[in-house]
């Protein structure tokens, strides 16, 4: 037998649209659906279908309980099928708004897509939609399935008018390659068998198309890449990098590059799924021998020394927002590119789109299943390739550093070159410098806890008693940093990540500076109190947990607020309307229904004393 | 730059499946605190192991492998799987509920939903708690059953094991997420995207060493509610009027022996099992007793932490 070559496609469109039953029965008149599996289909149709006594061949797809039970389809469904052609791997594809997640799963491992549209409804908002979506993964091969022309007589004019808005629309989108097939799904017509009612349609039927479909791959033409995934060193004299490769061929004697070091050696030996071999080549899994002893890491891209990729640390990119919790800009989260993982943060939210009309809107955060053009900058640069270009170095997700939720999945667009002309300056006086002329050791005091806890009175009393010792002191209040440096915010999710973010990094200055800082800030989230302490060295940073009940802060309510919350005059208001998460492992737990003000003060003092001595 | 140009021969779908296998493995590798590799003898384990012996050559694999013994396997499986590990010099750990032994749980006397429950998925969560094992490696592909074809490649189990459908973490390209909270696991599929019939072409095109039992013999079998049963030794107890007869049957699937039904076969030879796979209008669990109970059952299994 000749070797099959493999096509993965994806579909979508609505159960309205028949896409369920489309693939269903696709399988079925291609002989793939062994018998059992069609009784079983009998025995569903009878019990969950939807066609009264005929086989609901949508059933052979849904596969989870909930998805039978109330005839939707949730996540991705993968089918396998082989013809004597080709062997197939099908994502199908949930429709609706809300799943916008699983079709972008499904088109990230996908060459083409067959988007469905209802013949009697012509196309629609979602038709758009997933076009585009289509289209931001970097699929360039549509098929439009024009499904029920059974409910149109079969007629060639209305698809004709259909066809061509169709390619109006994906040309404007940016989709290549076209092909539009009038079916109907139900009795089959124009899925493998043409069927006698559509004489007029003389391209091929949808299998027949999908079997022959030359999807081009740039990769294979590009320069080699190779991002190292693991580092093989089985004994003191083997040294390989395994991984696989994303793009170009490399052959033994080629002259190699590692990034970001830039060292460059040569490609000595190449060990590939059936042993030794002489080069590598796009797609392949492999592991590399080099002919220099160099500090290589799982992260790093291995690529043709005459045509590298380049580095950056700030992009635009487009992102698809996956996680439940909205992106707050200035949040730092692990980005995933390749095999490398860095800290990103959004900078910048240019402008979200609209995923059914694709108009550019405002917007401060991205919430799920939403679309936006942003700004990145990373802690490191990283070698990439814009999308378009590369699938590997160019897509990336985001994962939730706390709750370790995949929330993004994203496209680099192209690098801002900003980063590269902003030198950092080397200056001669430095923190160590500053810090032994006023005797002490730098420090921020980071105080959190609810509104009325007693953060204000009893880091004003440490610092009274720091300054009695003989320290150089500051204190950084919430409320006074929110009358200046911070008073074009408000109490939004967006802009308390925002306030966090300035006072950290004002306090980083002033420790810079050689100061003890005292922060006290309700800072209710602890990815930004991470943030915060992400920016000090080792042992710089001391989180002081001021842990009072909220009933005790709220009979207090000196300032008046919790009055005005719960009448409903203050919203955002954390502890009543917006959350405070505690921290989990704080340096200073203070118990604020238990010691006075003035003891919690003695105890912070010993902290930044006794670490002091140490 | 001119680009060099391809070779003579493009990637072909099973070299394809290979690379995409090869490249799960490794990420396994790099990212696990300590990984595991789910051996359960089958036409699919023997790829595994096939396959995570090419991704690390020339090296050992750094993955172990855990075989769940239910204490009901074939004889001739628990020969090929020593036989196999002497061969290529892998770590094995093999677990077994002794707890479900002392009282005596098995297929026959306890039914098969009981006997799954204890000696497979309890045996399971055992096993893989007392390795502190974060990364379990399985052979289970999307094309073997309905809810299977939902699941994710690297699958996320919470600190009990439990499989949440509705909830799953995207996955985007071949970018995994690994990350892990304490206690939490992930289970993973590198032979996610493989067919049956994959399966059964890459063992052929690579001389993979399956099991005996895939192939046709005669074999002594007593016909039990419709299937055909193995005697396999004196731990099946025969009911009332049951006298073994020998037949030439082989089987599709491998489990425990009392719950896995042979089939009538003339198939001796790797190129007459695919030709008769080819041929075969019955889906490959359709020998697995424990899947017809109810349209979801696997589902719910797969919930409480089976594979």
């Given at each position: 037998?000749?070797?099959l070559?493999?096509?993965?496609?994806?579909?979508?469109?609505?159960?309205d649209?028949?896409?369920?039953?489309?693939?269903?029965?696709?399988?079925?008149?291609?002989?793939?659906?062994?018998?059992?599996?069609?009784?079983?289909?009998a025995?569903?149709?009878?019990?969950?279908?939807?066609?009264?006594?005929?086989?609901?061949?949508?059933?052979?797809?849904?596969?989870?309980?909930?998805?039978?039970?109330?005839?939707?389809?949730?996540?991705?469904?993968?089918?396998?099928?082989?013809?004597?052609?080709?062997?197939?791997?099908?994502?199908?594809?949930?429709?609706?708004?809300?799943?916008?997640?699983?079709?972008?799963?499904?088109?990230?491992?996908?060459?083409?897509?067959?988007?469905l549209?209802?013949?009697?409804?012509?196309?629609?908002?979602?038709?758009?939609r997933?076009?585009?979506?289509?289209?931001?993964?970097?699929?360039?091969?549509?098929?439009?399935?024009?499904?029920?022309?059974?409910?149109?007589?079969?007629a060639?004019?209305?698809?004709?008018?259909?066809?061509?808005?169709?390619?109006?629309?994906?040309?404007?989108?940016?989709?290549?390659?076209?092909?539009?097939v009038?079916?109907?799904?139900?009795?089959?017509?124009?899925?493998?068998?043409?069927?006698?009612?559509?004489?007029?349609?003389?391209?091929?039927?949808?299998?027949?198309h999908?079997?022959t479909?030359?999807?081009?791959?740039?990769?294979?033409?590009?320069?080699?890449?190779?991002?190292?995934?693991?580092v093989s060193?089985?004994?003191?004299?083997?040294?390989?990098?395994?991984?696989?490769?994303?793009?170009?061929?490399?052959?033994?004697?080629?002259?190699?590059?590692?990034l970001?070091?830039?060292?460059?050696?040569?490609?000595?030996?190449?060990?590939?799924?059936?042993?030794?071999t002489?080069?590598?080549?796009?797609?392949?899994a492999?592991?590399?021998?080099?002919?220099?002893?160099?500090?290589?890491a799982?992260?790093?891209?291995?690529?043709a020394?005459?045509?590298?990729?380049?580095?950056?640390?700030?992009?635009a990119?487009?992102?698809?927002?996956?996680?439940?919790?909205p992106?707050?800009?200035?949040?730092?989260?692990?980005l995933?590119?390749?095999?490398?993982?860095?800290?990103?943060?959004?900078?910048?939210?240019?402008?979200?789109?609209d995923?059914?009309?694709?108009?550019?809107?405002?917007?401060?955060?991205?919430?799920?299943?939403?679309i936006?053009?942003?700004?990145?900058s990373?802690?490191?640069?990283?070698?990439?390739?814009?999308?378009?270009?590369s699938?590997?170095?160019?897509?990336?997700?985001?994962?939730?550093?706390?709750?370790?939720?995949?929330?993004?999945?994203?496209?680099?667009?192209?690098?801002?070159?900003?980063?590269?002309?902003?030198?950092?300056q080397?200056?001669?006086?430095?923190?160590?410098v500053?810090a032994?002329?006023?005797?002490?050791?730098?420090?921020?005091?980071?105080?959190?806890?609810?509104?009325?806890?007693?953060?204000?009175?009893?880091?004003?009393?440490?610092?009274r008693?720091?300054?009695?010792?003989?320290?150089?002191?500051?204190?950084?209040?919430?409320?006074?940093?929110?009358?200046?440096?911070?008073?074009d915010?408000?109490?939004?999710?967006?802009?308390?990540?925002?306030?966090?973010?300035?006072?950290?990094?004002?306090a980083?200055?002033?420790?810079?500076?050689?100061?003890?800082?005292?922060?006290?800030?309700?800072?209710?989230?602890?990815?930004?109190?991470?943030?915060?302490?992400?920016?000090?060295a080792?042992?710089?940073?001391?989180?002081?947990?001021?842990?009072?009940p909220?009933?005790?802060?709220?009979?207090?309510?000196?300032?008046?607020?919790?009055?005005?919350?719960?009448?409903?005059?203050?919203?955002?208001?954390?502890?009543?309307?917006?959350?405070?998460?505690?921290?989990?492992?704080?340096?200073?737990?203070?118990?604020?229904?238990?010691?006075?003000?003035?003891?919690m003060?003695?105890?912070?003092?010993?902290?930044v004393?006794?670490?002091?001595?140490? | 730059?001119?680009?060099?140009?391809?070779?003579?021969?493009?990637?072909?779908?099973?070299?394809r499946l290979?690379?995409?296998?090869?490249?799960?493995?490794?990420?396994?590798?790099?990212?696990a605190?300590?990984?595991?590799?789910l051996?359960?003898?089958?036409?699919?384990?023997?790829?595994?192991?096939h396959?995570?012996?090419?991704?690390?050559?020339?090296?050992?694999?750094?993955?172990?492998?855990?075989?769940?013994?239910?204490?009901?396997k074939?004889?001739?499986?628990?020969?090929?799987?020593?036989r196999?590990?002497?061969?290529?010099?892998v770590?094995?750990?093999?677990?077994?509920?002794?707890?479900?032994?002392?009282?005596?749980i098995?297929?026959?006397?306890?039914?098969?939903?009981?006997?799954?429950?204890?000696?497979?998925?309890a045996?399971?969560?055992?096993?893989l708690?007392?390795?502190?094992?974060?990364?379990?490696?399985?052979?289970a592909?999307?094309?073997?059953?309905?809810s299977?074809?939902k699941?994710?490649?690297?699958?996320?189990?919470?600190?009990?094991?439990?499989?949440?459908?509705?909830?799953?973490?995207?996955?985007?390209?071949?970018?995994?997420?690994?990350?892990?909270?304490p206690?939490?696991?992930?289970?993973?599929?590198?032979?996610?995207?493989?067919?049956?019939l994959?399966?059964?072409?890459?063992?052929?095109?690579?001389?993979?060493?399956?099991?005996?039992?895939?192939?046709?013999?005669?074999?002594?079998?007593?016909?039990r509610?419709?299937?055909?049963?193995?005697?396999?030794?004196?731990?099946?107890?025969?009911?009332?009027?049951?006298?073994?007869?020998v037949?030439?049957v082989?089987?599709?699937?491998?489990?425990c022996?009392?719950?896995t039904?042979?089939?009538e076969?003339?198939?001796?030879?790797?190129?007459a099992?695919?030709?008769?796979?080819q041929?075969?209008?019955?889906?490959?669990?359709?020998?697995?007793?424990?899947?017809?109970?109810?349209?979801?059952?696997?589902?719910?299994?797969?919930?409480?932490?089976?594979f």
């Open positions: 037998m000749a070797p070559t493999q096509l993965r496609l994806l579909t979508c469109g609505s159960v649209d028949g896409k369920s039953t489309l693939i269903g029965r696709l399988l079925a008149d291609a002989g793939v659906v062994p018998e059992d599996l069609l009784e079983q289909l025995r569903d149709s009878r019990r969950y279908g939807t066609c009264g006594d005929a086989l609901d061949y949508a059933l052979l797809l849904d596969g989870l309980q909930d998805e039978r039970e109330q005839g939707i389809t949730i996540d991705v469904a993968w089918r396998y099928f082989a013809t004597p052609r080709r062997s197939f791997i099908v994502a199908d594809c949930p429709g609706h708004e809300q799943y916008t997640r699983n079709m972008a799963t499904g088109a990230s491992a996908c060459e083409l897509a067959v988007v549209v209802d013949a009697s409804a012509g196309l629609k908002t979602q038709t758009r997933h076009t585009y979506i289509a289209a931001l993964l970097g699929i360039r091969h549509v098929v439009l399935a024009v499904n029920k022309m059974d409910r149109i007589g079969y060639e004019e209305p698809f004709r008018a259909i066809e061509t808005e169709y390619r109006a629309l994906a040309a404007r989108l940016g989709v290549a390659q076209v092909t539009c009038p079916v109907a799904a139900v009795h089959g017509d124009m899925l493998v068998r043409r069927g006698a009612r559509m004489p007029w349609y003389r391209g091929p039927t949808l299998l027949e999908l079997e479909v030359v999807v081009d791959d740039p990769a294979t033409t590009a320069a080699f890449r190779l991002p190292v995934q693991w060193r089985p004994d003191a004299g083997f040294r390989g990098y395994a991984g696989t490769v994303a793009a170009g061929t490399a052959a033994v004697g080629d002259a190699l590059v590692v970001p070091s830039g060292r460059r050696t040569t490609l000595a030996r190449v060990l590939g799924a059936n042993g030794e002489d080069r590598a080549g796009k797609g392949e492999v592991t590399l021998v080099l002919a220099d002893e160099l500090d290589i799982r992260g790093d891209v291995l690529a020394a005459c045509d590298p990729p380049a580095l950056a640390d700030q992009f990119a487009h992102l698809l927002w996956l996680g439940d919790a992106l707050l800009p200035g949040r730092p989260y692990e995933r590119v390749g095999t490398r993982s860095a800290v990103a943060q959004i900078g910048e939210i240019r402008h979200r789109v995923v059914n009309t694709q108009e550019h809107l405002a917007a401060r955060r991205l919430d799920l299943n939403e936006g053009e942003v700004q990145i990373l802690d490191q640069a990283i070698p990439f390739e814009p999308y378009a270009v699938r590997t170095l160019g897509g990336f997700i985001l994962v939730d550093r706390i709750s370790h939720a995949t929330v993004a999945a994203g496209m680099l667009d192209f690098a801002l070159r900003r980063a590269a002309n902003i030198h950092w080397h200056l001669d006086v430095d923190k160590t500053r032994a002329l006023k005797g002490q050791r730098p420090r921020c005091l980071w105080f959190t806890g609810l509104s009325g806890a007693g953060k204000s009175t009893i880091a004003n009393a440490a610092e008693r720091l300054l009695a010792l003989g320290h150089h002191t500051y204190l950084l209040d919430g409320d006074n940093i929110r009358h200046g440096l911070n008073r915010l408000g109490f939004t999710d967006e802009d308390r990540v925002e306030n966090i973010r300035r006072v950290a990094e004002v980083r200055l002033m420790v810079d500076a050689g100061l003890i800082v005292l922060v006290s800030f309700i800072s209710p989230f602890r990815a930004e109190r991470r943030m915060a302490r992400e920016r000090f080792a042992g710089e940073f001391i989180e002081v947990f001021v842990d009072a909220l009933a005790l802060c709220e009979q207090r309510d000196v300032k008046g607020l919790y009055a005005k919350a719960r009448a409903g005059q203050l919203r955002h208001f954390t502890g009543i309307d917006s959350p405070y998460e505690p921290p989990e492992a704080p340096e200073l737990h203070l118990h604020a229904d238990r010691d006075s003000a003035l003891a003060a003695e105890q912070v003092v010993r902290a004393l006794a670490d002091d001595r140490a | 730059m001119a680009a060099r140009p391809e070779r003579a021969t493009a990637m072909d779908h099973l070299d290979e690379a995409e296998s090869i490249h799960i493995l490794r990420e396994v590798a790099a990212t605190r300590r990984p595991v590799l051996y359960s003898i089958g036409k699919d384990s023997s790829v595994l192991l396959l995570l012996l090419k991704a690390f050559r020339p090296g050992r694999p750094p993955i172990p492998l855990l075989h769940v013994d239910t204490g009901w074939f004889r001739e499986m628990i020969e090929f799987r020593d196999r590990v002497a061969e290529t010099g770590e094995l750990i093999v677990h077994l509920n002794e707890e479900g032994r002392a009282q005596g098995g297929p026959v006397s306890h039914g098969a939903s009981v006997h799954v429950d204890v000696m497979k998925v045996a399971l969560k055992q096993a708690d007392r390795g502190g094992f974060d990364m379990a490696i399985g052979g592909r999307r094309d073997e059953e309905k299977r074809a699941e994710r490649v690297f699958s996320f189990r919470n600190a009990q094991h439990r499989w949440d459908p509705r909830n799953q973490r995207p996955e985007l390209w071949n970018l995994y997420n690994t990350r892990l909270g206690g939490e696991s992930v289970r993973v599929f590198p032979l996610s995207n493989w067919t049956e994959d399966v059964w072409q890459y063992i052929r095109r690579e001389a993979i060493p399956v099991v005996p039992l895939y192939f046709a013999a005669e074999r002594p079998v007593v016909e509610d419709g299937a055909l049963i193995m005697v396999d030794d004196e731990r099946l107890p025969l009911r009332p009027g049951e006298t073994p007869q037949r030439r082989r089987f599709r699937s491998l489990g022996y009392p719950l039904a042979a089939l076969s003339d198939a001796t030879t790797l190129d099992v695919i030709a008769e796979m041929a075969s209008r019955q889906s490959e669990r359709s020998g697995r007793v424990l899947d017809h109970s109810a349209g979801t059952s696997l589902e719910q299994k797969k919930r409480e932490g089976h």
